[in-house]
């Protein structure tokens, strides 16, 4: 019996035996399904740190979020000139600019290269020469060597001017929500006065609540007017190039400046020698007719010759055109500036009296000869000539920069193909 028994456990280590032997000879299957391996992939890719790749040196700049919408930083004092000086140093608007202007030189010597290439084969004889080449060549060279610091003027008086714009229209929005803080004040002054004449039953509770209503609506206003004031902030110093909540403090003022000296006719007589408008349309009439050369022997009723004929139409229309067009823009810019000048006084003026009218309401209502809705009627009216007046500051200023731009080169730079 134990014989067998014995037997029998020398079977099973046997049988064990050669079990593990198989198993260690099965060569393991450790490749992964493709999807599989796609997912571990993602996995380890979504996991891993900037320190787990090898050879990344790259790091993610922080980025520091400002909590509110209060700016902050070291204060920026920052004046108009300043405000210049900063967008012609490193703004891209002035390196636009001086590329392009190194563009229009690099234009013009390519033409050059291209009349003295034609002038070797003029020279030599050869059957590809075309005068009409050389002519267009050269009409090309000199556009782009006369207009390229044209366009260059041009485009850092629109620079300066997007800068004048942004700057005094920011200012502009201060005084709007300083014009609305004040008016809050004169609200609460005569809630104060109000709620002390009911105690002394001098006026009814209606005109309690009716004041209280009235310094509700200031306190509205006063809101909406500092969240235009941040918004102007933001992209003021969006476009100054700064963090977008920097805190920047502007060091002028809105001040009323002279009406230009530059008489219309003067004004007139200096856009049509410079303006930019006049040289595009000259060069388009030279290049479109030098063009037709090209097609003068064709049939007259061929389409080519058409297409060119009518090409020179469109030229010379522009160019009559131009003179008119730009003369028009100066006259405009002229009558605009006259206008908005006439709306100064006129609002310097209307401030005046409304503010009188203001303070003699209030003291009439003092003496119980006036009514709660006369005082609020004649802060309304002096809340809202107050705010007219400094929009249209604004836009007078403005129009007077518009208007003696407009008797140079202008904004605008001119097309160099």
Same mark, same amino acid.
Request: aromatic fraction near 6%.
């Given at each position: 019996?134990?014989?067998?028994?014995?037997?029998?456990?020398?079977?099973? #280590?046997?049988?064990?035996?050669?079990?593990? /032997?198989? /198993?260690?000879?099965?060569?393991?299957?450790?490749?992964?399904?493709?999807?599989?391996?796609?997912?571990?992939?993602?996995?380890?890719?979504?996991?891993?740190?900037?320190?787990?790749?090898?050879?990344?040196?790259?790091?993610?700049?922080?980025?520091?979020?400002?909590?509110?919408?209060?700016?902050?930083?070291? %204060?920026?004092?920052?004046?108009?000139?300043?405000?210049?000086?900063?967008?012609?140093?490193?703004?891209?608007?002035?390196?636009?600019?001086?590329?392009?202007?190194?563009?229009?030189?690099?234009?013009?010597?390519?033409?050059?290269?291209?009349?003295?290439?034609?002038?070797?084969?003029?020279?030599?004889?050869?059957?590809?020469?075309?005068?009409?080449?050389?002519?267009?060549?050269?009409?090309?060279?000199?556009?782009?060597? /006369?207009?390229?610091?044209?366009?260059?003027?041009?485009?850092?008086?629109? #620079?300066?001017?997007?800068?004048?714009?942004?700057?005094?229209?920011?200012?502009?929005?201060?005084?709007?929500?300083?014009?609305?803080?004040?008016?809050?004040?004169?609200?609460?002054?005569?809630?104060?006065?109000?709620?002390?004449?009911?105690?002394?039953?001098?006026?009814?509770? =209606?005109?309690?609540?009716?004041?209280?209503?009235?310094?509700?609506?200031?306190?509205?206003?006063?809101?909406?007017?500092?969240?235009?004031?941040?918004?102007?902030?933001?992209?003021?110093?969006?476009?100054?190039?700064?963090?977008?909540?920097?805190?920047?403090? #502007?060091?002028?003022?809105?001040?009323?400046?002279?009406?230009?000296?530059?008489?219309?006719?003067?004004?007139?007589?200096?856009?049509?020698?410079?303006?930019?408008?006049?040289?595009?349309?000259?060069?388009? #009439?030279?290049?479109?007719?030098?063009?037709?050369?090209?097609?003068? /022997?064709?049939?007259?009723?061929?389409?080519?010759?058409?297409?060119?004929?009518?090409?020179?139409?469109?030229?010379?229309?522009?160019?009559?055109?131009?003179?008119?067009?730009?003369?028009?823009?100066?006259?405009?810019?002229?009558?605009?500036?006259?206008?908005?000048?006439?709306?100064?006084?006129?609002?310097?003026?209307?401030? %005046?009296?409304?503010?009188?009218?203001?303070?003699?309401?209030?003291?009439?209502?003092?003496?119980?000869?006036?009514?709660?809705?006369?005082?609020?009627?004649?802060?309304?009216?002096?809340? =809202?000539?107050?705010?007219?007046?400094?929009?249209?500051?604004? %836009?007078?200023?403005?129009?007077?920069?518009?208007?003696?731009?407009?008797?140079?080169?202008?904004?605008?730079?001119?097309?160099?193909?």
């Amino acid at each position: 019996m134990k014989r067998i028994i014995s037997t029998s456990l020398v079977l099973l #280590l046997i049988l064990g035996g050669i079990s593990a /032997a198989f /198993a260690a000879e099965k060569p393991a299957d450790n490749t992964a399904s493709p999807s599989a391996v796609t997912s571990e992939a993602v996995a380890a890719a979504d996991t891993a740190t900037p320190a787990a790749v090898e050879g990344d040196t790259s790091t993610t700049p922080a980025v520091t979020v400002i909590p509110d919408m209060n700016f902050t930083g070291q %204060e920026v004092k920052l004046s108009l000139e300043a405000a210049y000086k900063k967008m012609l140093a490193d703004s891209p608007g002035a390196k636009l600019a001086e590329l392009n202007r190194q563009s229009a030189d690099g234009v013009a010597k390519g033409y050059g290269e291209s009349v003295q290439t034609l002038k070797q084969m003029e020279k030599s004889g050869s059957w590809a020469y075309d005068s009409s080449n050389k002519e267009m060549a050269k009409a090309n060279r000199e556009y782009a060597t /006369a207009q390229g610091p044209k366009n260059y003027e041009a485009e850092i008086n629109d #620079l300066k001017t997007n800068t004048l714009k942004n700057y005094y229209t920011l200012k502009e929005l201060e005084n709007q929500a300083k014009i609305a803080k004040d008016n809050l004040a004169l609200k609460e002054k005569l809630l104060t006065n109000t709620q002390l004449k009911f105690k002394l039953g001098t006026v009814s509770k =209606n005109d309690v609540l009716q004041a209280e209503i009235s310094v509700n609506e200031a306190k509205d206003q006063l809101l909406a007017a500092e969240n235009g004031l941040k918004t102007m902030k933001m992209a003021f110093n969006q476009f100054m190039g700064y963090n977008l909540m920097q805190n920047v403090t #502007l060091t002028d003022i809105i001040k009323e400046v002279p009406l230009s000296s530059k008489s219309l006719a003067d004004s007139i007589k200096g856009a049509l020698a410079s303006r930019n408008e006049i040289s595009e349309a000259a060069y388009g #009439l030279q290049v479109a007719n030098l063009a037709f050369k090209n097609y003068t /022997a064709y049939p007259k009723n061929s389409s080519k010759y058409i297409k060119a004929q009518m090409d020179v139409l469109k030229a010379e229309t522009g160019y009559k055109n131009a003179p008119l067009t730009v003369e028009s823009d100066v006259r405009n810019k002229y009558m605009e500036m006259n206008q908005k000048y006439a709306a100064v006084q006129t609002g310097k003026k209307t401030v %005046e009296n409304a503010k009188e009218t203001e303070r003699l309401a209030q003291l009439q209502y003092d003496a119980g000869m006036a009514t709660l809705s006369d005082v609020e009627t004649a802060q309304l009216g002096y809340y =809202n000539a107050q705010l007219t007046y400094s929009k249209t500051l604004l %836009e007078y200023n403005l129009a007077v920069n518009d208007y003696e731009l407009s008797s140079g080169v202008g904004t605008t730079p001119a097309l160099i193909p």
